[in-house]
């Protein structure tokens, strides 16, 4: 999970939360990724944060609409107290730690850094949109969500290592080191996993000069 700034006021959704002009909005606003498994959408969803059930305040409440992909939507259902990456007072990446796994069928971690009940319900529905396969479309989406972060994470350690490798050319060291730092952009995919592997590995964490997380 990545934070975001909602502009305001935002589009009309007073009538069709789903509008062109809405949806446009929202995918420009969360950098065209899901908002809890960072994976860029290609069947986007109109998430309500805060379930409506049936209540138009809630359901065409600007501030209540997220965007998610198909597999993080179904899996969110009607969840509710949960950090919120649109609350500005909240930095969602230093409560949640998410890392890759060494091969891409095991589970990916997913870890509360404070005893928060936001926080613990948050890392809880993050570990089910990662690792859930209990039924045989989720084990595939699964298996195509995995497959994807580990394809970046290659690359992530395609880079690390021109950086550690003393025959690597500075020049290559140069674009190493700049494809990390754009990894760890709020707009790349799964950019809360590059930021939590650098800033937990020494090597990295001293070449990018990472500031120690405070315990929230």
């Known amino acids: 999970m990545f934070n975001v700034v909602r502009p305001c006021p935002g589009p009309d959704c007073s009538t069709d939360y789903r509008s062109k002009e809405v949806v446009m909005a929202l995918r420009k606003m969360f950098y065209g990724k899901c908002y809890l498994c960072e994976d860029e959408v290609s069947d986007p969803v109109v998430e309500h944060f805060i379930p409506h059930e049936g209540d138009p305040d809630k359901k065409y409440d600007w501030n209540n609409l997220y965007y998610a992909c198909h597999r993080c939507n179904g899996i ?24 890759c796994p060494s091969v891409p069928d095991d589970s990916i971690v997913v870890e ?31 298996e195509a969500l995995h497959e994807k972060l580990f394809e970046h994470y290659c690359k992530f350690i395609g880079n690390r290592r021109t950086l550690k490798n ?16 754009r990894m760890q952009d709020v707009s790349y995919p799964f950019s809360v996993f590059w930021k939590w592997h650098v800033s937990s590995d020494v090597f990295l964490a001293e070449l990018f000069d990472a500031p120690e997380k405070d315990t929230l």
């Open 76 to 99: 969110k259902g009607t969840t509710t107290d949960m950090l919120d990456c649109c609350d500005s007072a909240t930095d969602v990446f230093q409560a949640i730690k998410c890392l």
């Open 166 to 181: 003393r025959d690597s050319l500075q020049s290559d060291k140069n674009d190493a080191k700049e494809h990390l730092i």
């Open 112 to 142: 509360a850094q404070n005893r928060n009940e936001k926080t613990k319900n948050t890392a809880d529905l993050l570990d089910k949109c990662y690792n859930e396969d209990n039924t045989g479309i989720r084990g595939i989406s699964r």
